[in-house]
């Protein structure tokens, strides 16, 4: 564990959320549910989270996310707003009420609530909407900075882990 990369726990490679899979269907519009985490659920927070955005923004929630700007998919995706929302809804007593909310975008959603998931469970359903990817600081080599510049005849530990077992042999030998 001393020399393993941080960034990727010495795994090699990270779960990065993938902006296709969270909106595989460019067909659909914001207001159809093209936004796949966010659509469907019992819970109608995210769907009314998305109308304030898109009406603060002036995005039509009918136009279909291909359609959309580059600048409207990358607020929803990544960028988020720096101020709050404000987000109208009809409670179940008929009463309309207002409040306030943040807008991270939904890629940083994922990557916190995968961060912060209390279950396997709850890591897995967020990881339908992730890819592993090769770690961004190790490129896959799994060691730290300062464990790969350990080097024998100019060969590190990951070269040499990477070699077929008669090439590893050979180098090996060659030491001698």
């Known amino acids: 564990p001393y020399g393993a990369c941080q960034h990727c726990a010495g795994v090699g490679s990270v779960f990065e ?25 019992r819970s109608r927070y995210f769907t009314r989270l998305v109308e304030a955005v898109a009406e603060d923004q002036g995005i039509d929630l009918e136009r279909p996310w ?15 707003l ?9 409670n179940r007593f008929g009463r309309n009420r207002v409040y306030q909310a943040r807008f991270e975008g939904v890629i ?14 709850q890591r897995s359903q967020i990881e339908g909407y992730m890819r592993q990817v090769p770690c961004s600081d190790c490129k896959g080599a799994r060691l730290n900075p300062l464990s790969l510049a350990v080097t024998i005849d100019g060969h590190s530990l990951h070269e ?3 070699l077929s077992i008669g090439e590893a042999t050979k180098v090996l030998q060659a030491l001698v």
């Open 66 to 80: 291909r359609r959309l700007t580059k600048k409207q998919r990358a607020l929803m995706l990544e960028r988020g």
């Open 108 to 121: 940083p959603y994922l990557r916190r609530r995968h961060q912060e998931a209390e279950s396997d469970t």
């Open 17 to 41: 959320v993938d902006p296709e899979l969270v909106g595989p269907h460019p067909g659909l519009s914001l207001g159809d549910g093209a936004i796949a985490p966010w659509s469907g659920g």
């Open 82 to 90: 720096q101020h709050r929302v404000k987000v109208r809804y009809r």
């Open 160 to 162: 040499i882990c990477a």
